[in-house]
């Protein structure tokens, strides 16, 4: 659920409410989704203190003083939420961190796909696709010229490019459909179809996108644990008009995931681009 804009949010407001707490009590629900990659317990964490939170992709990571680092990857349908320590924190729930202020950090994840990782900070090397992450797209790394680099030769569906977490980190189902929409490329439109001009277009939408997103999610002000999805134009909007020309919004299975396309501003016919 939490996509790369709600991410900066979320570790945004975690950071300053977690910052140097001391933990006093931790609370399991939900055993199955914890993966303790170190001889110690979970419970190991109670009188330790938050030293920072920060995001690796779609990772979240908290880092304590007492030389333990707690990783998140909530997946599908992970969520965070802070409140006090007797307040109802939701169906789903996974566990609750409790502070000395009174203040609590719920984990909830209805479909229970997402992993806690209990780690030796900066020991990432068991944690299942945190070290292949791809180019953070929030880095100052990706650059139009990398873009460019990274499409070049790939034999994917432009969808499909755009999700796969080990060449970019980390455009979600929501923010693809959007970022296609925006560029005015059909989703299954494969990358070596592309034009050096589509290519550079994509890559101006994705920064768009994502960086109008972060706005968006930031001005909304909800708590950490709604998703803000108002902003979007075509994801999730089949059967309405499209913003821009009018035509109904579509849905399309591509390998799998639901795409929401226009399909008159994301056309499928395509120039015939001949590389001699
Ligand atoms: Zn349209």
Redesign the pocket.
């Known amino acids: 659920m939490p996509e790369l804009p709600d991410l900066v949010y979320i570790e945004n407001n975690l950071r300053s409410a977690l910052n140097s707490k001391r933990i006093t009590d931790i609370k399991i629900k939900e055993p199955i989704v914890f993966r303790i990659l170190v001889s110690k317990g979970f419970e190991s964490l109670i009188d330790a203190r938050f030293e920072n939170v920060y995001r690796h992709g779609p990772f979240l990571g908290f880092k304590f003083d007492n030389g333990s680092e707690m990783v998140i990857h909530p997946m599908l349908a992970g969520r965070f939420k802070l409140g006090s320590e007797t307040a109802r924190s939701g169906r789903g729930l996974c566990f609750s961190i409790h502070m000395e202020d009174g203040l609590a950090l719920h984990y909830a994840d209805d479909k229970k796909m997402g992993k806690v990782y209990l780690i030796e900070a900066g020991d990432y090397a068991n944690i299942p696709r945190y070290t292949q992450q791809g180019v953070d797209i929030l880095s100052e790394k990706f650059t139009l010229q990398t873009f460019h680099g990274l499409i070049q030769g790939q034999r994917k569906q432009i969808r499909v490019f755009l999700m796969d977490q080990t060449i970019l980190s980390a455009i979600g189902n929501a923010y693809a459909d959007e970022i296609l929409?925006h560029a005015r490329i059909h989703p299954k439109t494969f990358c070596y179809q592309l034009t050096q001009d589509e290519v550079t277009q994509l890559f101006r939408s994705i920064h768009e996108v994502i960086y109008s997103g972060i706005a968006e999610v930031e001005k909304a002000r909800q708590p950490i644990e709604i998703k803000v999805r108002d902003h979007m134009k075509v994801r999730n909007r089949k059967d309405t008009?499209?913003?821009?020309?009018?035509?109904t919004?579509r849905r399309a299975g591509v390998l799998g995931y639901d795409a929401y396309f226009?399909?008159?501003?994301?056309p499928t016919s395509r120039k015939q681009f001949i590389d001699w």
């Open positions: 929409f008009p499209c913003p821009c020309c009018g035509t919004i226009c399909p008159s501003c994301q």
